[in-house]
């Protein structure tokens, strides 16, 4: 895939004029969007981010463009699981919901800086050091262990990481609109939005780790690497308040990352032996023998690990919440009655106490 540094240029600059325009446009002035506002809006950057793979395999091939379409529903999966945990940094800070736009907003521009690093980072490696496929195969077969067996109800808001940042930093303890820090009595306090940012892009960092490993298990291109990273955080804001409610019910979200990551760290691993130069594997020469994973392979299997993965945590979560419908109904059912119960033995109370009034 010839990709000029012009095109490189342009693609960079179109990325940045997105976000400048989103902040001007929809941050700036903090209010809680509308479904419809985010609605539309997801649906704008799903959009160009798929007719973006269209242009990728009509004028490159669609090698390269299954490739791409791969790499961003993995980025998009994965990206849908850090909202969750974004989720829980702004609970566990009480932020408003007028300002969570901004919190995300530089919470997703942390992100795209980050990973942006790791992947030049990550193509400086792949180009000088074949071997670098074992340590990220490995690096993401450990990965889907623990994403697996995470657990989410840790609040990042509480964490070590987070408590150092308290001590070393003074915090008042209420907003001040959207401010992140203000001056009180002669000294310049820090608020709890800016301590938000901070515990947001410290969790980017966390799950750029896997992210960037992950993708480069499916395309060697940095350029399809940065692209579909950032297509994969462009409207996640909106996506943020469009299914924040349907987040919750994700429950398996978890497993099926879990499966994507530890498919993608096999396939980096038989990568890695079909290409093999390490002395100690079978004396330096490539395990021709070993299986390549087609990229087509890979994005069915992506795409359904997805799709089973959501269909099966709605009907879970349906289920639950049908029977804890009825179980409501049920207590509310028995409070009733013991009420009933209760108001009929203080009325025969009453009743007696009288007639034995009156026979005094």
């Known amino acids: 895939m010839q990709v000029t540094p012009l095109i490189w ?7 940045i004029l997105f976000f400048v325009y989103e902040f001007f446009a929809h941050v700036r002035k903090p209010h809680e969007p509308t479904i419809a506002e985010s609605a539309r809006w997801s649906a704008f950057y799903i959009g160009l981010a798929l007719l973006f793979g269209v242009g990728i395999g009509v004028t490159s091939g669609w090698t390269f463009g299954g490739e791409y379409f791969a790499g961003y529903l993995t980025e998009k999966a994965l990206s849908i699981d850090n909202l ?3 989720l829980i940094v702004m609970t566990g800070f009480a932020v408003p919901k007028k300002y969570q736009q901004k919190v995300l907003m530089v919470g997703i521009i942390i992100a795209l800086i980050l990973r942006g690093g790791f992947i030049a980072v ?15 195969g490995a690096l993401l077969l450990v990965l889907a262990y623990r994403q697996a067996f995470a657990s989410h109800d840790s609040n990042p808001a509480n964490g070590k990481f987070m408590q150092l940042v308290r001590r070393v930093l003074p915090v008042t303890d209420e907003y001040h609109e959207d401010k992140l820090t203000v001056k009180k009595g002669g000294k310049r306090f820090v608020t709890p939005m800016l301590l938000t940012i901070i515990a947001i892009g410290f969790v980017d960092l966390i799950f750029a780790v896997d992210s960037i490993p992950a993708i480069y298990g499916l395309t060697n291109e940095a350029y399809i690497v940065f ?11 909106q996506l943020f308040f469009l299914i924040g409610g349907l987040l919750e019910r994700l429950v398996y979200l978890a497993q099926g990352l879990a499966v994507i990551l530890a498919f993608i760290g096999v396939k ?32 069915l299997f992506i795409a359904a690990t997805v799709a089973v993965a959501t269909v099966a945590s709605l009907l879970k979560t349906r289920g639950d919440g049908g029977r ?7 207590g509310e059912q028995v409070v009733s009655a013991v009420s009933d119960d209760r108001e009929t033995d203080s009325q025969a109370d009453d009743d007696a106490s009288t007639t034995a009034g009156a026979q005094k």
Request: net charge negative; glycine share 6%; proline share 4%.
């Open 9 to 15: 240029l342009i693609t960079i600059a179109v990325t």
């Open 84 to 86: 969750f945990v974004f």
């Open 122 to 136: 990550g193509a400086s490696l792949i180009e000088n050091f074949s071997w670098i496929f074992y340590i990220f």
């Open 227 to 237: 692209t579909a990273n950032a297509f994969a955080l462009m409207g996640l804001r």
């Open 268 to 299: 980096l691993v038989f990568h890695a032996l079909h290409v093999n130069e390490l002395s100690f594997i079978n004396g330096g020469e490539p395990l021709l023998w070993v299986p390549e994973i087609p990229i087509w392979f890979s994005l």
């Open 324 to 330: 804890n419908d009825r179980d409501e109904v049920q």
